[in-house]
Every structure is written in structure tokens, then in C-alpha cells.
T-cell receptor, first 114, second 110 residues
Framework: KAGVTQTPRYLIKTRGQQVTLSCSPISGHRSVSWYQQTPGQGLQFLFEYFSETQRNKGNFPGRFSGRQFSNSRSEMNVSTLELGDSALYLC?????????????FGPGTRLTVL | GQNIDQPTEMTATEGAIVQINCTYQTSGFNGLFWYQQHAGEAPTFLSYNVLDGLEEKGRFSSFLSRSKGYSYLLLKELQMKDSASYLCAIVYSSASKIIFGSGTRLSIRP
């Protein structure tokens, strides 16, 4: 069974631009969660989608948004990029979306904002 | 509260045993995950504890005490490939939201 895939793997943008990241979960998984990972802050929860609905949200500004499609694929969008948005963005999928389900992480998208 | 505390860095010797602690202050606790993350790679699942006690999986074991808000990951017969960050993560009972600790960077020396 294929794992979680994320595209693109690397991205360089400039301040003020917007970016869209994509995540394809493991087949059969209906929950997708997004995380931001930086050396200083560790792994920070952004939001979680289940059956095309945002079920949980972390403490990030409204510039960060996402959506999930009927095939469970998810996209994350960041508008008006800031230097501090440079980070590794990880998505994780799980089977039924209960908190106790194991999350499987994708390889991440490394975003650099110049 | 949602504070999760782990040591930032630890060093151990190949072949030895190391214990990585995690303490948490949270209401609605419903379970605790341990993940391993090698540099430049995604986190991978190691263990999940929801009941008190020790769960053993080969060289890795994870312990949980719900009343004390305490868990540890025990790594035996350390190998160089065990050099990685180890992340403790708490699950809330009312949602699928998971809070990760900052991780413990473990370095193994020959």
C-alpha cells in the first residue's frame, strides 16, 4: 500500500506570495492533519480534515487554510507569505479520524520564504 | 494545560540502554504516542499507550502512568541508527487533535 505523498517536496517563495501544498493520504484513510515543523517550535498542529470537513484547528492565523476533497486528498494554502512561514509542512493521514488512530506522516514540503 | 515536557537532548553509548521521559499536564487525556524522526525525514510511529503500564516492542518499550502524567520510552541495545529525535504526543479525548512535545534529540556514540 502506498504511503502518504506530498507535493511539492521543496518550494521557494518570496514574501507576500501565496502557496498551495498538496497531500494524498494512504488509500482508505479519511482523516488528514497538517503540521508545521520548525527548529524553534517543534511540530505545531495546523488543522485536521475528516470527510471534507475541518474538524479541528490549531492556533494559526487565518492566512493558513485548507480543504479536503471527496477522495480524501487535501490541500493547504498560505496567503501573504511571511519570512516566519519558512518551515517543513507535514501532513499525516489516519484511518477513521479518531484521536487514537495512528497517524502516518508524509515526507513533508520544505517551504522557504525569501 | 497542554504543556508537554521532554528533555531537549540526550547522549548514550552504543549497546547501552536509554530512557526518554515525557511529562504532561492535560485534562481529557486519552492516549499518548511516541514517534521517531530521523533528521530530514518524517516522523514514524513507535508506540501508543492508553492504559497504565509497560508496552514492549522488541528493543523499544513505552511506559505510561496516567495518574502521574508521565511516560517514558526505553530503548535497549542501542544502535547507531537509533540516533534521531523522539517525539511524545498527547491525544485529547474529545477530539482527534494531537499535541506534540518539542522532541528529544538522541545521539548515540560508539
Amino acid at each position: 500500500k502506498a504511503g502518504v505523498t506530498q507535493t511539492p517536496r521543496y518550494l521557494i517563495k518570496t514574501r507576500g506570495q501565496q502557496v498551495t501544498l498538496s497531500c494524498s493520504p494512504i488509500s482508505g484513510h479519511r482523516s488528514v492533519s497538517w503540521y508545521q515543523q520548525t527548529p524553534g517550535q517543534g511540530l505545531q498542529f495546523l488543522f485536521e480534515y475528516f470527510s471534507e470537513t475541518q474538524r479541528n484547528k490549531g492556533n494559526f492565523p487565518g492566512r493558513f487554510s485548507g480543504r479536503q476533497f471527496s477522495n480524501s486528498r487535501s490541500e493547504m494554502n498560505v496567503s501573504t507569505l511571511e519570512l516566519g512561514d519558512s518551515a517543513l509542512y507535514l501532513c499525516a493521514s489516519s484511518l477513521g479520524g479518531r484521536g487514537t488512530d495512528t497517524q502516518y506522516f508524509g515526507p513533508g514540503t520544505r517551504l522557504t520564504v525569501l | 494545560g497542554q504543556n508537554i515536557d521532554q528533555p531537549t537532548e540526550m547522549t548514550a553509548t552504543e549497546g547501552a540502554i536509554v530512557q526518554i521521559n515525557c511529562t504532561y499536564q492535560t485534562s481529557g487525556f486519552n492516549g499518548l504516542f511516541w514517534y521517531q524522526q530521523h533528521a530530514g525525514e518524517a516522523p514514524t510511529f513507535l508506540s501508543y499507550n492508553v492504559l497504565d503500564g509497560l508496552e514492549e516492542k522488541g528493543r523499544f518499550s513505552s511506559f505510561l502512568s496516567r495518574s502521574k502524567g508521565y511516560s517514558y520510552l526505553l530503548l535497549k541495545e542501542l544502535q547507531m541508527k537509533d540516533s534521531a529525535s523522539y517525539l511524545c504526543a498527547i491525544v485529547y479525548s474529545s477530539a482527534s487533535k494531537i499535541i506534540f512535545g518539542s522532541g528529544t534529540r538522541l545521539s548515540i556514540r560508539p
